[in-house]
């Protein structure tokens, strides 16, 4: 959910006002507006449209105005620094602390709204039509930047996916291996024993204990979740989400065929299944 747009709004003033849009991962959206150029009532309709047309992310939002050379240089707003200027000196004088002068004077001009034009001068209501469209072009860049983004993200996770089903083709070809060295391993630990073994019993007993080590639940389970997940990410507009959630239950499968795994080629293949999966969470963090 990476992102950035740029645009700009010719005023009447005879400025612009140049809107910036940075987006970056988030489970909502997270909204920030960092100006006090706008007027409220715009502010909250800027803000609806935010969230409905890029639904997700931490969104800052940079409004600055660009006055054309020779024009709209910055004035001192002089009864604000008076303002400051005596507060600060109040407060100062409170706490025991000497302040004054030019050192102070110097650090109130660079407060807030100090310097430049009030709001007022620079934006009217007749500039709210080309603002808008200039959030507009600015939030359309957006969208094309996360297309970008998105075009390559979506052929990293299914790449894994497909990785992940590769791996469990792997763990199928030790599958019959594993079932041979546990039957050999019990054997061995009963002739160990030296007791005598009523043979149908033992079959009866092994058959027993190998349907705890199957893992063919797991495996029918995992390429299904495998298969939601490529029917989702093509289907759905915004399914970072659900993403989410498939990919959780992938891991249920990956690791409870772990702990059935019993052989240490079925143990590796898992590790980097969880490796690719993990790979895969980061990324769906990404998707909206």
């Given at each position: 959910m990476t992102g950035y747009g740029?645009?700009?709004?010719?005023?009447?003033?005879?400025?612009?006002?140049?809107?910036e849009i940075r987006t970056l991962n988030g489970k909502s959206a997270d909204i920030n507006i960092k100006s006090n150029l706008l007027p409220k009532d715009e502010e909250l309709l800027i803000r609806q449209k935010l969230?409905?047309?890029?639904?997700?992310g931490t969104i800052d939002v940079f409004l600055t105005v660009e006055q054309p050379a020779g024009k709209g240089a910055q004035t001192i707003d002089k009864d604000l620094v008076r303002a400051y200027y005596n507060q600060v000196g109040e407060v100062a004088g409170e706490l025991g602390v000497t302040v004054g002068g030019a050192g102070?004077?110097?650090?109130?001009?660079?407060?807030?709204?100090?310097?430049?034009?009030?709001?007022?001068?620079?934006?009217?209501?007749?500039d709210i039509p080309a603002i808008e469209k200039a959030f507009d072009e600015a939030i359309a860049a957006v969208d094309d930047y996360r297309s970008r983004e998105g075009a390559v993200l979506y052929k990293d996770v299914l790449s894994r996916v497909d990785n992940i089903l590769s791996l469990y083709d792997e763990v199928e070809s030790y599958e019959k291996e594993r079932i041979e060295a546990v039957r050999a391993k019990l054997t061995r630990s009963l002739e160990e024993l030296s007791q005598k073994v009523d043979p149908q019993r033992f079959e009866q007993e092994m058959v027993f204990y190998l349907?705890?080590?199957?893992?063919?639940?797991?495996?029918?389970?995992?390429?299904?979740?495998?298969?939601y997940f490529r029917d989702t990410i093509d289907g759905e507009p915004y399914p970072g989400k659900k993403l989410g959630f498939i990919i959780q239950e992938m891991g249920r499968e990956i690791n409870t065929t772990g702990?059935?795994?019993?052989h240490a080629g079925i143990q590796k293949c898992v590790v980097r299944m969880k490796d690719e999966l993990e790979k895969m969470r980061e990324q769906s963090m990404n998707i909206l």
């Open positions: 740029k645009a700009a709004a010719e005023l009447v003033s005879g400025g612009s006002l140049i809107v969230a409905a047309k890029l639904q997700r102070l004077l110097e650090t109130v001009l660079r407060f807030p709204d100090v310097l430049g034009q009030k709001r007022s001068e620079l934006i009217s209501e007749e349907e705890k080590l199957d893992i063919n639940e797991e495996k029918v389970r995992l390429r299904q979740h495998c298969k702990s059935k795994a019993n």
